[in-house]
């Protein structure tokens, strides 16, 4: 179990990188008027696969730990509601809400049309991912795990 909570905080640094490639590279198209490039339809596939497995990676995790919550975090309710809900719920949305950008970015029938679904939809997601990761400086995570 160490190796899946060791391979899930390694690949939200991969999972960060590319859905900010992503989004920020199709925000930039869609200013600058220029086309969808095949690296940037790469980019935006492989950071909602990314995402995909990380969510994958997350739930085995969730459902191996689920008992444990009470005994690690049961004299902190904020921890364990975090743990329970908060993280896992704000983290579907944010995966679902990039899939639903290169859904609906494929469906588009102009380019803008597609580089702006997949900015807007992306950097939502993103921002909702490094709202809910429990970054070591934030004070209540700090004492909790090693850092990768």
């Known amino acids: 179990m160490e190796f899946i909570t060791f391979l899930h905080s390694l690949l939200r640094y991969a999972v960060l990188i590319m859905v900010a490639v992503a989004g920020f590279t199709a925000l930039r198209g869609y200013l600058g008027r220029s086309p969808v490039l095949t690296w940037h339809r790469s980019a935006a596939i492989i ?17 191996n730990n689920f008992g444990t919550f009470e ?12 743990w329970k809900m908060e993280h896992i719920a704000t983290m579907i949305l944010a995966i679902a809400l990039v899939t639903m950008g290169r859904s609906l970015s494929k469906k588009a029938k102009t380019e803008p049309g597609k580089q702006l679904r997949i900015a807007v939809f992306y950097l939502i997601g993103l921002f909702l991912m490094l709202a809910m ?12 795990y090693q850092w990768i």
């Open 47 to 63: 950071a909602m696969v990314l995402c995909h497995v990380q969510l994958v990676v997350g739930i085995i995790l969730y459902a």
């Open 133 to 144: 990761i429990p970054w070591p400086f934030m004070a209540k995570f700090s004492h909790m």
């Open 71 to 82: 005994e690690r975090f049961g004299e902190r309710p904020d921890l364990m509601r975090f």
